[in-house]
């Protein structure tokens, strides 16, 4: 017999068991096939229990890329399911793998070819040439730059470098010396003398030694033919040293340019603005106002054909020195290109020959944003300066272009003005020598004919001879990430594939063994945050976001062993107080709804904050009848009371019966949000609901909010009245039902053996509606007699068994007893006795004469025969037979 061997762990170690006694049975009883199914199932199950403790051991270690496999498995695992039932019985294609290996399957010499070609520039650029002197024009208008000139003429001293360590990330990835971020900001206070010295001397010769300027290519696939270049995106990896004189340069240029104010207009990329939410509030703002005003609108969206690769260097260093650049910080970034190159590192055959680079700018180093949105800013700057072009969107602002890096998008409220902007942008390709897709380009005319109705019209633009697609009413454009079109409806569906993608991605991570607080902290790092951006921007119908609540809330009960009727709000509860921190969907759009108005109205660029204030006086005018003189010198106070709900109530602004107001999605939706958010859950507050006073017969009727026909039967019911009575004091319940309710919680607890016969043997649990108001874990019995018979209460078998559960459900049963105490004395009268079910008509007509009000909402009388008295009792439960 062979010695045991050594384990690494329990596991193995059970294993090995396992496998010793599956042998065993094998060649002792090789017949007895019931024992050996038995012995392998024993083995399957600590082989399970061995992957899943790896699996979770690894989840600790590698947390970001263990998720990213599990959900790239499932999705590949969804995929063949899918195109295995599409086949219809046919032999299925082969299956998609899980993981992409980072291989780009093109050879080396055809990526050179490729890349060679594309960094060859097709024509030269001449600053000086006809067609750019509009640009030319509109770049010499602007003032002169004169402040904070020493940004770029200083060298970089040791505090630029060690802000630039603390803002870079450890875990990139390094250049060609292996050196990462992570070894410099380990090792900052020893490296940063060296660096400062490095430094310094590249800053005094405007040059940079020449390995830093070699770079190696990572292809990244994008979509389509996985054999097209094209198809690939090129991502420099660079030297962490160089990337680090580079984010100097950068962030000095960066600080020069927003204290001199030379930003192009409507540009927003890579800029410490929030770029992409105030460019689709604006696009939000454009359409809306389209459709409240009935005005015209005219749009087209651009899409340039490799733009950070197809940049002209002498573009880059023209529009540096037409911006107020120095002179010598102009000659250090020149010196970053002279002589650059990189080479393929991830082709089919290994690494390809150096390319050198002869136009465009790195993908990847810090300083190539800058450089391009100067390179960009000609075009912008000429499009702002043509007259007649532009929609008027506040008095001051009459805005016709917006961009985010190479997402370029102009409009105008004319047919004229439109085809204008269009003309300029042709030129400026034609200048530069850069060109645009236009098939990816797309046009949208908002027109109305005669009588008013919406008309189609193509606006017949081309680039290069092709024609630009023209955008259907219904159809939308994908801009930064959001559907943009006039077509509001889409922003309700727009956002059902991405939820249901996050269903089955929750699906999979509840599946896949990890420990229940591993998927927790999965599904709030990796699952929450993908459809935090689509939130913003959208509007999608209730039911989406909580089915995808449901769906969740079913796995983590599952996953947690919880019964069905377990309280769910600890789901929900914060970290702090012993929940596990989840927020519904539901309540986080309505938060980032409203955070996302707040931004707007407090932008940065105060032509935003202009236009979210107009928009919100173009709501209140819509929806109100405005006194304009007594709110002429009060707009922000007429906004502050229509965001807060409360315009309505002042006599200069009464609200209109019917306003016909459009659906608005930004500003306009805050002031419900900002009065919603507040009340949808209340898990934040510690503690329970106070008794109500037996002396006020006001605060009987609201201290329980129960049904007058319920026969009470059983304990469960009894308690079940009880709850909801402290649930819900601010609902309303007539004088007769409290009355009834205490005479059920008196005959409780009473030695009957019929009526103790009629409860239900097994044991009923009842959550509370607030689960910080009590202990994490503790669950009452459905029992309310303790109060009123203690002896009967002591032989209940449903009575609480723990001193905590008893503490709890005490106030429940107080309050329903002096609500019914309250009560009581309005229906002993004219000597009748206690209320009976034959008396039920005449007794609630007599009450609602002594104006007892049944519960039916604020503010409503019942005048009317009660429609819930009406209804057959309660069916008991049968005797118990035991």
């Given amino acids: ?64 890329t263990c998720v990213e496999e599990i959900l790239a498995a499932a999705r590949a695992q969804r995929a063949s399911a899918h195109t295995t039932a599409s086949c219809n019985g046919t032999a299925p294609p082969p299956a998609a793998t899980a993981t992409d290996d980072g291989l780009c399957p093109i050879p080396s010499a055809e990526l050179w070819r490729f890349f060679d070609g594309v960094n060859t520039p097709l024509q030269e650029f001449v600053p000086d040439a006809a067609t750019g ?80 300027k070699l770079g190696v290519v990572r292809l990244l696939y994008k979509k389509g033919e996985r054999t097209d270049p094209a198809n690939w995106r090129p991502i420099c990896l660079q030297q962490a040293v160089y990337k680090l004189y580079s984010g100097v340069l950068a962030r000095r240029l960066g600080r020069w340019l927003d204290a001199n104010d030379r930003h192009a207009p409507g540009q927003k990329g890579f800029r410490a603005v929030n770029g992409c939410g105030e460019h689709n509030f604006l696009a939000a703002t454009l359409v809306d106002q389209a ?110 272009a917006s961009a985010y890096a190479d997402d370029l998008k102009t409009f105008s409220s004319t047919e004229d003005g ?136 079913r796995g983590l009960r599952h996953l947690l062993r919880l019964p069905v009727s377990a309280t769910t709000e600890f789901l929900y509860a914060p970290v702090s107080r012993g929940g596990l921190g989840l927020l519904p969907l539901t309540e986080l759009h309505a938060a980032i709804q409203v955070a996302h108005g707040w931004q707007m109205l407090h932008s940065k660029d105060p032509a935003i904050r202009r236009i979210a204030r107009v928009q ?16 002429a010198d009060r707009e922000d106070e007429l906004c502050e009371k229509l965001l807060n709900s409360q315009l309505g109530a002042s006599p200069d602004a009464p609200p209109k019966r019917r306003n016909g107001d459009i659906g608005q999605l ?19 507050t510690v503690g329970g609901h106070p008794a109500p006073s037996p002396h006020a017969r006001t605060q009987a009727r609201d201290s329980a909010g129960v049904r007058g026909d319920w026969r009470c039967g059983c304990h469960a019911t009894a308690s079940r009245a009880a709850s909801r009575a402290v649930a819900r004091p601010r609902h309303r319940v007539t004088a007769r039902q409290a009355s009834h309710q205490a005479q059920t919680l008196d005959q409780v607890g009473r030695d009957e053996g019929p009526r103790e016969d009629r409860s239900h043997p097994r044991r009923c649990w ?12 503790v669950r009452l019995p459905l029992c309310g007699s303790g109060a009123t018979q203690p002896v009967g209460h002591a032989q209940c078998p449903q009575a609480p068994a723990s001193p905590s559960a008893r503490q ?49 909402g604020p503010g409503r009388a019942s005048h009317e025969p009660d429609r819930a008295v009406a209804r057959r009792p309660r069916a008991t439960a049968r005797p118990s037979a035991v």
Wanted: glycine share 6%; with cysteine.
């Fill in 808 to 856: 709890v459900q005490a106030p429940r049963v107080r309050a329903l007893r002096d609500a019914g105490a309250c009560a009581e004395p309005l229906l002993r009268h004219n000597g009748r006795g206690p209320w009976t079910p034959r008396r039920r008509a005449q007794d609630h007509r007599a009450l609602a004469h002594r104006g007892v009000q049944r519960q039916q």
């Fill in 418 to 553: 439109i085809k204008r902007q269009h003309a300029l942008v042709v030129d400026f390709l034609r200048w530069t020598g850069m060109a645009a897709n236009p098939s990816k380009c797309c046009t949208m005319s908002v027109q109305r004919d005669h009588r008013g109705v919406l008309k189609t019209c193509d606006l017949g633009l081309e680039l290069d001879g092709d024609p630009i697609p023209a955008l259907g009413m219904a159809d939308s454009y994908s801009y930064l990430g959001i559907g943009d079109g006039f077509d509001h409806v889409r922003r309700r569906v727009e956002l059902a594939p991405a939820l249901k993608q996050l269903k089955d991605d929750a699906t999979a991570l509840l599946q896949s063994g990890l420990a229940p607080w591993q998927v927790v902290k999965a599904t709030k790092t990796y699952l929450y945050p993908r459809v935090e951006y689509a939130l913003r921007h959208l509007r999608p119908f209730q039911q989406q976001l909580e089915g995808f609540d449901r769906h969740l809330v």
């Fill in 133 to 212: 002197a509009t640009f030319r024009s509109a770049m010499a208008r602007l003032p002169t730059a004169s402040r904070f000139r020493e940004l770029l003429t200083e060298a970089p001293t040791l505090d630029d470098i060690e802000t630039q360590l603390q803002h870079v990330r450890g875990a990139s990835s390094p250049g060609l010396d292996g050196v990462g971020y992570d070894v410099y900001q380990k090792f900052a206070v020893q490296l940063l003398p060296a660096l400062g010295a490095a430094f310094k001397r590249c800053w005094e010769a405007k040059k940079v030694p020449l390995s830093w």
């Fill in 766 to 777: 009842k959550r509370l509606p607030h689960a910080a108001s009590r202990p994490l874990g």
């Fill in 666 to 684: 930004s500003a306009g939706r805050v002031a419900r949000r900002t009065t919603e958010a507040p009340q949808r859950r209340h898990w934040f």
């Fill in 616 to 631: 919100l006086r173009q709501i209140a005018d819509a929806r109100h009848r405005v006194d304009t003189q007594a709110w």
């Fill in 291 to 400: 459709r409240r005003k009935r005005r015209t609108l005219f749009e087209v969206w651009y899409d340039f054909r490799n733009a950070f690769g197809s940049v002209p260097f002498a573009l880059l260093w023209d529009s540096l020195a037409r911006l107020g650049v120095p002179d010598d910080y102009v000659a250090m970034c020149k010196g970053l290109y002279e002589s650059a190159a990189f080479v393929v590192g991830n082709a089919e055959d290994g690494t390809t020959d150096p390319v050198h680079l002869r136009v465009g700018v790195f993908q990847g180093c810090p300083l190539s944003p800058q450089l391009f949105n100067a390179a960009i800013s000609p075009l912008l700057f000429a499009l702002q300066r043509l007259p007649d072009t532009g929609v008027q969107l506040s008095t001051d602002d009459r805005l016709g």
């Fill in 1 to 64: 017999r062979r010695p045991p061997r050594v384990t690494r762990h329990h596991r193995e170690h059970r294993l090995d068991e396992a496998l010793d006694d599956l042998h065993t049975v094998e060649r002792a009883s090789p017949s007895d096939r019931t024992a050996i199914r038995r012995a392998r199932r024993r083995v399957g199950r600590v082989n399970s229990a061995i992957t899943q403790q790896l699996l979770r051991s690894r989840f600790d270690k590698e947390e970001k």
